[in-house]
């Protein structure tokens, strides 16, 4: 099993700051990396895929960036809708495995 | 608008049995596949499950293979979760999830249903 490693486990950023949230593999899923987006109480929603692409209707600020082993989430100027826990997921092996999760909190 | 709706969780006696579903709307579901996802107090995201968009193909966790069944009915638009010999470590908000394929990330998600197994 893959296993995927979050770093920090929690990010303290103010408003209008840039997040930086790191996701490895310990093993390389190639491009296969996917982010999500959970608040409490909600619906998990799917911000990147393919390690850089951004879903439908996620704003410009968010950006992914890496490949096989190494993957970075950055959010460049934090909202206030943007405080969550972040998950990276990789599906180029089964079992897909997700990373422990980045949660960004107001500083 | 794509909403998937899970159902069905509650307490349950460990040992005993509970069905999930998973209602969906806003897309085109038989063309999908369909995943199952938990997330137990306090922890990450567990995969569970998925079925393909024809129900051809499953695949299950090693944590429930042989206890849990995923199976989907595309003319409701509704995929199950049949959940067997339950343990208190199976206790967890169940997700369901969507992909446009069989191997891909997950597109949209539920709010899920929370199961709770314990005497």
């Known amino acids: 099993e893959i296993v995927m490693t979050q770093s920090p486990a929690t990010l303290s950023v103010s408003p209008g700051e840039r997040a930086t949230l790191s996701c490895g593999a310990s093993?390389?899923?190639?491009?296969?990396l996917a982010w999500y987006q959970h608040k409490p109480g909600q619906a998990p929603r799917l911000l990147i895929y393919?390690?850089?692409t951004r879903a439908t209707g996620i704003p410009a600020r968010f950006s992914g960036s890496g490949s096989g082993t190494d993957f970075t989430l950055t959010i460049s100027s934090l909202q206030s809708e943007d405080f969550a826990v972040y998950y990276c997921?990789?599906?180029?092996?089964?079992?897909?495995?997700f990373g422990q999760g980045t949660k960004v909190e107001i500083k | 608008e794509v909403q998937l709706v899970e159902s069905g969780g509650g307490l349950v006696q460990p040992g005993g049995s509970l069905r999930l579903s998973c209602s969906a709307s806003?897309?085109?579901?038989?063309?999908?596949?369909m995943h199952w996802v938990r997330q137990a107090p306090g922890k990450g995201l567990e995969y569970v499950s998925v079925?393909?968009?024809?129900?051809?193909?499953?695949y299950y966790a090693d944590s429930v293979k042989d206890r849990f069944t995923i199976s989907r009915d595309n003319s409701k638009n509704t995929m199950y979760l049949l959940m067997s010999s339950l343990r208190p470590e199976d206790t967890a908000v169940y997700y369901c999830?969507?992909?446009?394929?069989?191997?891909?990330?997950?597109?949209?998600w539920g709010q899920g249903t929370l199961v709770t197994v314990s005497s």
């Open positions: 999830t969507s992909s446009a394929y069989y191997e891909y990330y997950f597109d949209y």
């Open positions: 806003g897309f085109i579901f038989s063309s999908h596949a």
């Open positions: 079925i393909s968009s024809n129900a051809g193909s499953t």
């Open positions: 093993q390389s899923v190639t491009s296969n």
């Open positions: 393919g390690a850089s």
């Open positions: 997921q990789q599906y180029n092996h089964w079992p897909r495995t």
